[in-house]
């Protein structure tokens, strides 16, 4: 599967951004599944800073799934389900425009109710991609 859209970062602290502006985001995976619904947060590639949101950025090229997560990877999130968190994540920007503000939660759907991961658009205060 090849992707078009990124997932990048603009720095604001005081909204819960540190990664560095403009730095690739990826999804840690969850470290325990079992935890109750709620915000996750994305990371940054270089900085490994947390970061609340994320903004689409559509790439001229394609990118696969494989070279994504080889980008990505370090020592500390090499388990088991990072490539399955990161599908999530890419499958969900690639449906989006560019510029799109996007968060990542836990939610509770189905029966009996499992806990998923979703990647989602956000709508900030005043109708703007730009943070507060």
Not at 37 to 42: N, S, T
Not at 44 to 63: I, N
Not at 78 to 100: C, G, H, P, Y
Request: charged content about 25%; glycine content about 8%.
């Amino acid at each position: 599967m090849l992707f078009s859209s990124l997932v990048m970062a603009r720095f604001s602290p005081q909204n819960d951004c540190f990664a560095e502006e403009g730095e690739l985001l990826f999804l840690d995976p969850p470290e325990a599944p079992e935890r109750g619904e709620g915000p996750h947060w994305f990371r940054g590639v270089a900085s490994r800073r947390a970061s609340r949101y994320g903004w689409v950025r559509k790439q001229d090229g394609w990118l696969s799934l494989d070279n994504f997560v080889e980008i990505c990877r370090t020592e500390g999130n090499v388990s088991a389900n990072f490539a399955e968190t990161q599908l999530i994540m890419l499958s969900a920007v690639e449906k989006l425009r560019d510029n799109t503000p996007v968060a990542v939660d836990y939610f509770r759907r189905g029966v009996p109710p499992k806990l998923e991961l979703h990647v989602h658009r956000v709508v900030f205060h005043g109708g703007s991609g730009d943070l507060a």
